[in-house]
């Protein structure tokens, strides 16, 4: 028995997996789970067995960088094989699942006609009985309601393909893109299988800084004796890290973690948004880490449901410190929009409070308001978007995340309600992926091209931001959002030139706000901000 007192060591890596490719947030809603089985997961790996130089050749190729590649070399095509075949074992009945949307939407294009919906609830797949409600809007364009509530306690939610892959990380080293790329087993990574929910989790992500016994943590995460435990134990130390400084000054300090994350402290309450944090590790460009948040997070804020922003692997080793997640309401049932809410919920956050649009939550000490949240989706009825507006005597910061200022007198009524904020944080990741890029495989019909290219995931451009900076009458603004650091390719699959249009963009909204007296960074590594 080993009852020494040991730490999580601080570049332990540690990914969420669902039948091992990385969680995100559509692998855990059962529907959107299986339209991602089928026409991405399975399609990749059919594509990878089949012609594994073509993947070869197109992962080396910068202008195929987050394409549906798998950046494994070709010897593993027997693994793949292995992973392609237990998917269509395990998640055989979410493929299913994906088969009757497909079969239901043909039916609501064939027969939907603008006449009662009542006939055809005999007809709907048998699978989907009872956990849809057939529907049309004002102009008879059929569609359906999922019942996401009843899907998560139906045998559909399986949370015994989730699994943690535990490895050392040493260095900002290229990670595969995740949504491309599945976990295969190799050397040092160690898989640990349990469901997201497991309070083992929060105790293994709790040690990075308070001391467990390693026997205590191994038999919580079920590790058997062997090669598993000899990995196991080099993930711990018994080396404390130092204690992290609770701010305790005047006003309010910002300090910018890479891409949308921020951590807004004031005396009296923390907030993280968006978090995605980089492990601890030697690397040339500093970062803030793990390290460097407080032992206590009052609260979490997520802007949207892409994932960048919702990082799981983040959230699942921040949530044994975190007291509420601010989440923008959602819940409409459409199949593009699942509940974030609900999706946290199912693994494991116990605080999840939507917040709607222009809803203003008290703090210690200060107000977060919910701010509409424009564009960015494609042009997809997608509800779970906000940006966030955090007031305090001191000042106030608008985190704008990724919102599109594609109509500009949406802030130009908000602003008269909200009043300006001080401090702006705004992505400008202004052309996109297209349509298909993320919402693809929820489609169940062709996607013409021109209509795809032509809807796009993107940001506000130069006018459309300086109008932000303007109608807030900000005297700082900052670019983030940007998917820059070296750290965070895995999920961002971002390759910028001084030539890209973000990059052109951002630069000119730079010089525009220096030249008006506005302080303008676009952000990259870290930063600290303070407002007394
Ligand atoms: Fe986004
Ligand atoms: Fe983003």
């Given at each position: 028995?080993?009852?020494d007192?040991?730490?999580?060591?601080?570049?332990?890596?540690?990914?969420?997996?669902?039948?091992?490719?990385?969680?995100?947030?559509?692998?855990?809603?059962p529907?959107?789970?299986?339209?991602?089985?089928?026409?991405?997961?399975?399609?990749?790996m059919?594509?990878f067995?089949?012609s594994?130089?073509?993947?070869?050749?197109?992962?080396?190729?910068?202008?195929?960088?987050?394409?549906?590649?798998?950046?494994?070399?070709?010897?593993?095509?027997?693994d793949?094989?292995?992973?392609?075949?237990?998917?269509?074992?395990?998640?055989?009945?979410?493929?299913?699942?994906?088969?009757?949307?497909?079969?239901?939407?043909?039916?609501?294009?064939?027969?939907?006609?603008?006449?009662?919906?009542?006939?055809?609830?005999?007809?709907?797949?048998?699978?989907?009985?009872?956990?849809?409600?057939?529907?049309?809007?004002?102009?008879?364009?059929?569609?359906?309601?999922?019942?996401?509530?009843?899907?998560y306690?139906?045998?559909?939610?399986?949370?015994?393909?989730?699994?943690?892959?535990?490895?050392?990380?040493e260095?900002?080293?290229?990670?595969?893109?995740?949504?491309?790329?599945?976990?295969?087993?190799?050397?040092?990574?160690?898989?640990?299988?349990?469901?997201?929910?497991?309070?083992?989790?929060?105790?293994?992500?709790?040690?990075?800084?308070?001391?467990?016994?390693y026997?205590?943590?191994r038999?919580?995460?079920?590790i058997?004796?062997?090669?598993?435990?000899?990995?196991?134990?080099?993930?711990?130390?018994?080396?404390?890290?130092a204690?992290?400084p609770?701010?305790?000054?005047?006003?309010?300090?910002?300090?910018?973690f890479?891409?949308?994350?921020?951590?807004?402290?004031?005396?009296?309450?923390?907030?993280?948004?968006?978090?995605?944090?980089?492990?601890?590790?030697?690397?040339?460009?500093?970062?803030?880490?793990?390290?460097?948040?407080?032992d206590?997070?009052?609260?979490?804020?997520i802007?949207?449901?892409?994932?960048?922003?919702?990082?799981?692997?983040?959230?699942?080793?921040?949530?044994?410190?975190?007291?509420?997640?601010?989440v923008?309401?959602g819940?409409?049932?459409?199949?593009?929009?699942?509940?974030?809410?609900?999706?946290?919920?199912?693994?494991?956050?116990g605080?999840?409070?939507?917040?709607?649009?222009?809803?203003?939550?008290?703090?210690?000490?200060?107000?977060?308001t919910?701010?509409?949240?424009?564009?960015?989706?494609?042009?997809?009825?997608?509800?779970?978007?906000?940006?966030?507006?955090?007031?305090?005597d001191?000042?106030?910061?608008?985190?704008?995340?990724?919102?599109c200022?594609?109509?500009?007198?949406?802030?130009?009524?908000?602003?008269?309600?909200?009043?300006?904020?001080?401090v702006?944080?705004?992505?400008m990741?202004?052309?996109g992926?297209?349509?298909s890029?993320l919402?693809?495989?929820?489609?169940?019909?062709?996607?013409?091209?021109?209509?795809?290219?032509?809807?796009?995931?993107?940001?506000?451009?130069?006018?459309?931001?300086?109008?932000?900076?303007?109608?807030?009458?900000?005297?700082?603004?900052?670019?983030?959002?940007?998917?820059?650091?070296?750290?965070?390719?895995?999920?961002?699959?971002k390759?910028?030139?001084?030539d890209?249009?973000?990059?052109?963009?951002?630069?000119?909204?730079?010089?525009?706000?220096?030249?008006?007296?506005?302080?303008?960074?676009?952000?990259y590594?870290?930063?600290?901000?303070?407002?007394?």
């Open positions: 028995m080993n009852h007192l040991c730490y999580l060591k601080p570049n332990v890596l540690a990914e969420p997996l669902v039948c091992d490719w990385y969680a995100w947030t559509h692998l855990i809603q529907v959107t789970a299986g339209m991602n089985v089928v026409d991405r997961h399975l399609a990749i059919k594509s067995v089949q594994p130089q073509v993947h070869a050749a197109a992962v080396r190729n910068p202008a195929m960088v987050g394409g549906p590649f798998i950046s494994h070399p070709p010897a593993r095509v027997p793949i094989k292995a992973l392609l075949e237990r998917t269509q074992r395990e998640q055989a009945s979410l493929i299913a699942l994906a088969g009757a949307v497909k079969e239901l939407d043909e039916l609501l294009r064939q027969e939907a006609k603008g006449f009662s919906l009542e006939p055809l609830y005999p007809r709907v797949p048998d699978l989907l009985r009872g956990y849809v409600e057939l529907v049309y809007d004002l102009n008879h364009q059929p569609s359906f309601r999922l019942l996401e509530p009843l899907l306690r139906s045998p559909f939610y399986d949370p015994g393909l989730q699994s943690l892959a535990l490895t050392l990380i260095g900002d080293k290229e990670r595969p893109f995740v949504l491309s790329t599945p976990r295969i087993p190799e050397d040092g990574v160690l898989f640990v299988k349990r469901p997201f929910h497991h309070l083992g989790i929060d105790e293994l992500f709790r040690m990075k800084a308070s001391p467990r016994p026997d205590h943590i038999e919580l995460l079920g058997a004796d062997g090669p598993d435990e000899e990995l196991f134990r080099t993930f711990f130390t018994p080396d404390a890290p204690p992290y609770a701010y305790d000054g005047p006003g309010m300090r910002t300090r910018y890479g891409h949308a994350c921020i951590l807004i402290e004031a005396r009296g309450f923390s907030i993280l948004s968006d978090p995605v944090i980089s492990y601890d590790y030697h690397a040339e460009l500093p970062r803030y880490t793990y390290s460097d948040l407080p206590y997070i009052d609260y979490v804020v802007t949207h449901n892409h994932q960048d922003h919702v990082l799981l692997e983040t959230m699942l080793q921040l949530r044994h410190k975190i007291g509420t997640v601010i923008p309401r819940g409409s049932g459409h199949l593009q929009d699942p509940s974030l809410r609900l999706t946290l919920q199912k693994i494991g956050f605080n999840v409070r939507e917040i709607d649009d222009l809803e203003t939550i008290e703090i210690e000490g200060g107000t977060l919910g701010v509409p949240f424009f564009g960015e989706h494609s042009d997809l009825d997608i509800r779970t978007k906000m940006a966030y507006m955090v007031r305090v001191a000042g106030s910061v608008l985190l704008a995340a990724d919102s200022n594609i109509e500009p007198r949406l802030y130009e009524h908000v602003q008269k309600i909200t009043g300006d904020a001080d702006l944080f705004l992505g990741e202004c052309d992926a297209p349509l890029w919402y693809g495989p929820l489609m169940t019909k062709p996607l013409d091209r021109k209509i795809d290219h032509s809807r796009r995931l993107s940001g506000s451009n130069f006018e459309r931001g300086i109008d932000i900076v303007e109608r807030f009458g900000c005297k700082e603004a900052y670019v983030y959002a940007m998917g820059m650091e070296p750290w965070l390719k895995y999920i961002m699959a390759d910028y030139t001084p890209s249009d973000p990059i052109v963009a951002s630069d000119k909204l730079l010089e525009v706000c220096r030249g008006r007296g506005v302080v303008a960074e676009r952000l590594g870290e930063k600290e901000i303070s407002l007394s």
